[in-house]
């Protein structure tokens, strides 16, 4: 399919690791990127990764990718309340260089 | 980061009239930006894409007579809501890639919260 795929929530204990996971489907995507969105904000840009590497790392923020399962995961360590959002995964196409979101993970820390 | 604005964050406006949306980038040049709506609960779905000097590429599905868009500069893109009903009420983002960053790197707009009465 077109689609990228993530799940729709995912809760997290304050001061736990946070690890969303996506599923991406043009195995000649180049970048793929990790967007946090707050509520009625815009996007912003957390961490991206080229598709040549396998991980990425960036403060509290890590990058998994695995490419022959398309398969790419974001952790966040130590979880805090200001983590609190909407978390989208991002594919650069290939074939046509756009940018194809999945639906987004609602990341809710509970105290 | 490189900072890209939208103008205005949220209009509401009466049905049958048009409305303009303005993307800015600020501190870089950009020759393509593109413009995605999001629904409520919903992923970003891309719209178009607008190409600096000429004509938008438009999704399958998105009426281009209904949504003009617009790039006169490197660092200005405008998307025309025209004949605005209901159903177009949404949150329109626009994002442009730095020509420095040679398409690495993706940056937003705040969005633009459109809601027709």
């Known amino acids: 399919g077109e689609d990228v795929e993530q799940s729709l929530f995912l809760s997290v204990r304050e001061g736990d690791s946070s690890v969303i996971n996506c599923t991406y489907t043009d195995s000649s995507s180049t970048y793929l990127y990790w967007y946090k969105q707050e509520p009625g904000a815009g996007l912003q840009l957390l961490t991206y990764?080229?598709?040549?590497?396998d991980m990425k790392q960036d403060q509290r923020l890590t990058v998994l990718l695995n490419k022959k399962d398309k398969h790419l995961s974001l952790r966040i360590a130590d979880t805090q309340t200001g983590d609190s959002a909407i978390y989208f995964c991002?594919?650069?196409?290939?074939?046509?260089?756009?940018?194809?979101f999945g639906k987004g993970t609602r990341l809710h820390i509970l105290p | 980061g490189a900072v890209v604005s939208q103008h205005p964050s949220w209009v509401i406006c009466k049905s049958g009239t048009s409305v303009k949306i303005e993307c800015r980038s600020l501190d870089f040049q950009a020759t393509t930006m593109f413009w995605y709506r999001q629904f409520p609960k919903q992923s970003l779905m891309l719209m178009a894409t607008?190409?600096?000097?000429?004509?938008?590429?438009?999704e399958q599905g998105v009426e281009k007579d209904k949504f003009l868009i617009n790039h006169a500069s490197l660092t200005l893109s405008t998307l025309t809501v025209t004949s605005a009903h209901p159903e177009d009420s949404s949150f329109y983002i626009c994002?442009?890639?730095?020509?420095?960053?040679?398409?690495?790197?993706?940056?937003f707009g705040q969005g633009t919260r459109l809601t027709v009465v």
């Open positions: 990764i080229f598709s040549n590497m």
């Open positions: 991002a594919e650069r196409r290939g074939r046509d260089d756009k940018i194809i």
């Open positions: 607008s190409n600096e000097g000429s004509k938008a590429t438009y």
């Open positions: 994002s442009a890639s730095p020509l420095w960053s040679k398409n690495t790197e993706a940056f």
